[in-house]
């Protein structure tokens, strides 16, 4: 428990103009399925002694990202504030935030401030640089620098809430500005996610992680050589089932209640890796809350197809032509009739 924690963080909830077609497949899906494989890889090192790192590892699937990152600010509010014994006083290494992940060929790790030399954080984001420069030439990495700005209504990265109580954080995503449109698309669908990308952000993530945390670049191991390979190799299916699983069902946060079937199978997933799960539930402040959520977020859509008015004039007349038939036939029934007989006799007798 002595040891320094580094804390993985993805929110899991998506947002859009529908509530109830907002999947949230890059944003952020991605992230959360990075972390769950995350969790997978590192459960397997950690079970031994022998391949325990000297850093503990905290996963964290918070809510109301898409709402200034609510769930991660009160989360820091009960651990820092109201808590004596917590794995995040005075003891956290860095903070690695995954948010859209799922596509492109560019990675960017936003900072709210340049780590320093000699840190964790510089250490791991010199890592990112030499895993995609040497295993993964095709990818462009970049750090990206960018102050917090209290006066905006919402933070931009989730990594800033943290950054706000000074624990040092950082944002890893492909998109290169927190103002991309994709982050709150009800088009961010399954389709989105390229799976032969998410595997590779995956692995980046992973080895830069792993070879920070066991210090293999001070040991001497190449930067070219893969640490996951073979058994503990990351596992495309397992990353596509979740993903699957995920885009399968809206994920706005005013559906996700403490009672939902998906933070169920999140938390059972979870469990099956870690071995102190935990679901953290808040409730807004009923005087002053944030945000207020609404009922009704499912209707029911009428269209109807509306002839032209021409389309009514001419229905008119020809009405009005085959009553004016049907009177006439009628009113002259006897000379119709009479007509109608002369014609079937000399049809006869032809």
Same mark, same amino acid.
């Given at each position: 428990?002595d040891l320094?924690?580094?804390v993985?963080?993805?929110h899991?909830d998506?947002?859009?103009?529908a509530?109830?077609?907002?999947l949230?497949a890059?944003?952020?899906?991605?992230?959360v399925s990075?972390l769950?494989?995350l969790?997978?890889?590192?459960?397997?090192?950690?079970?031994y002694?022998r391949?325990?790192a000297?850093?503990?590892?905290l996963?964290?699937?918070?809510?109301?990202g898409?709402?200034?990152?609510?769930?991660t600010?009160?989360?820091l509010?009960?651990?820092?504030?109201?808590?004596?014994?917590?794995?995040?006083?005075?003891?956290?290494?860095?903070?690695l935030?995954?948010d859209t992940v799922g596509?492109?060929?560019?990675?960017?790790? @936003?900072?709210?401030?340049?780590?320093?030399?000699?840190?964790?954080? @510089?250490?791991f984001l010199r890592?990112l640089?030499?895993v995609?420069a040497?295993q993964f030439?095709?990818v462009?990495?970049?750090?990206v620098?960018?102050?917090i700005?209290?006066?905006?209504?919402?933070?931009?990265?989730?990594h800033?809430?943290?950054?706000?109580?000074?624990?040092?954080a950082f944002?890893?995503?492909?998109?290169?500005?927190?103002r991309?449109g994709q982050?709150?698309?009800i088009?961010?669908v399954?389709?989105?996610?390229?799976?032969?990308?998410l595997?590779?952000n995956t692995?980046?993530?992973?080895?830069?992680?792993?070879r920070?945390i066991?210090?293999?670049t001070?040991?001497?191991t190449?930067p070219d050589?893969?640490?996951?390979?073979?058994q503990?190799?990351i596992?495309?299916?397992?990353?596509?089932s979740?993903?699957?699983?995920?885009?399968n069902?809206?994920r706005?946060?005013?559906?996700v209640?403490?009672?939902?079937t998906f933070?169920s199978?999140?938390?059972?997933?979870l469990?099956?890796y870690?071995?102190d799960?935990k679901q @953290?539930h808040?409730?807004?402040d009923?005087?002053?809350?944030e945000?207020?959520?609404?009922d009704?977020?499912?209707?029911?859509?009428?269209?109807?197809r509306?002839?032209?008015?021409?389309?009514?004039l001419?229905l008119?007349?020809g009405?009005?032509?085959y009553?004016g038939?049907?009177?006439?036939?009628v009113?002259?029934?006897?000379?119709?009739?009479?007509?109608?007989?002369?014609?079937?006799?000399k049809?006869?007798?032809q």
């Amino acid at each position: 428990e002595d040891l320094p924690t580094i804390v993985i963080v993805a929110h899991y909830d998506a947002f859009g103009v529908a509530p109830w077609l907002s999947l949230g497949a890059d944003s952020n899906g991605s992230g959360v399925s990075v972390l769950l494989e995350l969790a997978r890889l590192f459960s397997r090192l950690y079970t031994y002694k022998r391949t325990h790192a000297a850093y503990n590892l905290l996963f964290f699937a918070s809510g109301g990202g898409k709402f200034n990152y609510q769930g991660t600010k009160r989360w820091l509010e009960d651990n820092l504030d109201h808590t004596d014994s917590s794995l995040l006083q005075d003891n956290v290494a860095f903070v690695l935030c995954l948010d859209t992940v799922g596509r492109g060929s560019s990675l960017h790790l @936003h900072v709210s401030k340049p780590p320093r030399e000699g840190t964790l954080q @510089h250490a791991f984001l010199r890592e990112l640089e030499t895993v995609a420069a040497h295993q993964f030439p095709e990818v462009r990495f970049s750090m990206v620098h960018k102050r917090i700005n209290l006066a905006e209504d919402v933070l931009a990265w989730e990594h800033e809430r943290f950054a706000i109580r000074r624990l040092p954080a950082f944002t890893l995503s492909h998109l290169e500005s927190h103002r991309d449109g994709q982050r709150s698309s009800i088009m961010d669908v399954r389709s989105r996610v390229d799976s032969k990308t998410l595997t590779r952000n995956t692995r980046i993530i992973a080895e830069a992680l792993t070879r920070v945390i066991y210090n293999l670049t001070e040991k001497g191991t190449p930067p070219d050589m893969p640490v996951f390979t073979e058994q503990m190799q990351i596992q495309q299916e397992q990353l596509d089932s979740v993903m699957d699983w995920l885009t399968n069902q809206p994920r706005a946060a005013q559906l996700v209640d403490k009672d939902s079937t998906f933070l169920s199978t999140l938390e059972h997933h979870l469990s099956r890796y870690l071995k102190d799960v935990k679901q @953290h539930h808040v409730k807004a402040d009923k005087r002053d809350p944030e945000f207020v959520f609404y009922d009704q977020l499912k209707q029911v859509m009428n269209a109807y197809r509306v002839k032209p008015a021409v389309f009514d004039l001419l229905l008119a007349v020809g009405i009005a032509a085959y009553l004016g038939m049907a009177y006439v036939a009628v009113q002259h029934f006897s000379l119709l009739y009479k007509t109608v007989q002369r014609l079937l006799v000399k049809a006869k007798t032809q």
